[in-house]
């Protein structure tokens, strides 16, 4: 459910439960990470009430962005309700994947420490799937050969079929 599409507003009703809403209620402890692309339009920002944050969803804990995009290097997180800069830059080495799981690990982590036979869930939703897709330069390093290949070859994969193919 995603705001801007026919027949979706972008909301999941309050009558029916998330996931993380009906574990919370036998125990567990419940993170989110990632994309969350199901804040409407007119709740994403800050002055909002924030209910269809992941936090009003449910989960304990959120580390990541709102919406269904977010650039790699630079982007727009938010850490439980509030925003949040990355911890580093990319001339450091950062990138949002590994911030992410970074992240992860420390809420469960903490989690252990505190309660260690308490159970956990955490949904784990990384950015990178979407566009804009931002690569480290060494991951294709030799893959395009030139400008090119560099060109030509992803617009290749969007090219229909011929008829028989």
């Known amino acids: ?43 994403a920002n800050l002055a909002s009430s924030k209910r269809h944050w992941p936090l009003g969803r449910g989960f304990e804990r959120f580390y990541g962005f709102l919406g269904g995009e977010a650039d790699q290097w630079y982007p727009d997180l938010v850490y439980d309700n509030h925003p949040v800069e990355p911890p580093a830059t990319p001339e450091h080495g950062y990138h949002l994947s590994k911030d992410l799981v970074d992240r992860a690990i420390e809420f469960i982590r903490d989690a252990k420490v505190i309660a260690p036979e308490k159970p956990w869930f955490t949904y784990f939703c990384p950015g990178a799937g979407h566009a804009p897709h931002h690569i480290f330069k060494e991951w294709v390093s030799g893959v395009y050969q030139s400008a090119h290949h560099s060109h030509t070859l992803p617009h290749a994969l969007y090219r229909p079929c011929p008829p028989g193919a």
Do not use: C, Q
């Not at 705001?3 to 009558?15: D, H, K, L, V, Y």
């Not at 998330?18 to 036998?26: G, K, P, Y």
């Open 1 to 43: 459910m995603t705001s801007g599409f026919p027949g979706s507003n972008g909301r999941i009703p309050f009558e029916n439960a998330s996931l993380a809403e009906v574990l919370v209620e036998r125990g567990w402890n419940t993170y989110a990470l990632g994309k969350w692309h199901l804040v409407p339009s007119d709740e």
